[in-house]
């Protein structure tokens, strides 16, 4: 993690993004101030001294130079909407919304001085009791300007995300939520639906004896199926056409397989996979 300016840093919902940006924020020196629904989740924070003050009321980030809507996707709005009579016309507002065109859409006519972004980094837990520091440390920050989107704005958020050690990219909106579909939406579904098959296995001994032999690759192809379902919805929701349309690629690959496996064309299926083995390191930082 890098220095910038201390600065004052409002952030609403104090889950597991939420609360680990207040982590990150306050351990570099900002002053953080916490929204949260619940009153229980501004004591946990409090006692757990990740953020500076903590409250369920949203005029409490009257005085922040810098605000992160940290909520699930189907409440920015809501929130944006009752902040906007609170703020100064400076201040800037950004949020982490894993969806990024339909959140822009509402957003920018609701605030000038609002970047869309998404830290591209999370667990399969949830909430404040899940925030942990340096999660988005060596981490993707996709930020999602658009031609209106003020230079002095997409600068300081460009900063703050840099500054917890993300690696900075920018993106239209649509093509963000296109490729987030691929390489983050589609394996959810994809990963769910591979547990739904096994588990779908008629014959219990079979299944009990699946559930047995399992190890480490049904672990790591089984992960994201089996998160936040809520998360799931919510990504499918917002992201539906671009998901349709990775899905439909995904099958037609599928398809393919299926068919070199009943034709027993051995060889095109190697080449197939000689292909896909070259292709895996470009999407992996290690
Ligand atoms: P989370 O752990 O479930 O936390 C969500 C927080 O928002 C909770 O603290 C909750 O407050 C608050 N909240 C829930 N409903 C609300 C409402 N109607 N109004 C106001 N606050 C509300 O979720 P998360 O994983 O941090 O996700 C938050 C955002 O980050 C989402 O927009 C998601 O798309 C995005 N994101 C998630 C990931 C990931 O992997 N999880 C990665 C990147 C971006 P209380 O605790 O007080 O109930």
Redesign the pocket.
Known sequence: MSETPAQSIGI????????SLAMDFKALGHRVLAV???S??CQAALNRQVVDEATTDLSLLQTAEVIFI???????E??VCQLVPLLKAETVLT?????KAPVVTQIAPLWPNFVGG??????AE???E?AQAGLFQGRAYVLTPTSDTPSPALKTVTALAQSLGSRVYQCAPQAHDQAVAQISHLPVMVSASLIAACEAEPNAQIRSLAQQFASSGFRDTSRVGGG?P??GV?MARYNRESLLSALSQYRHCLDQVTGWIETENWSVLERSLSQTQQARPAYLDE
Not at 12 to 19: F, K, Q, Y
């Open positions: 609403v919902g104090l889950g597991l993004i939420g609360g949260a629904r619940r229980e989740t940290c909520t699930p996707l189907a409440a920015i809501a929130t949020d982490v919304g894993s969806v998404h830290p591209m980094a999370g667990t949830q909430g404040l899940a936040n809520e998360l919510l």
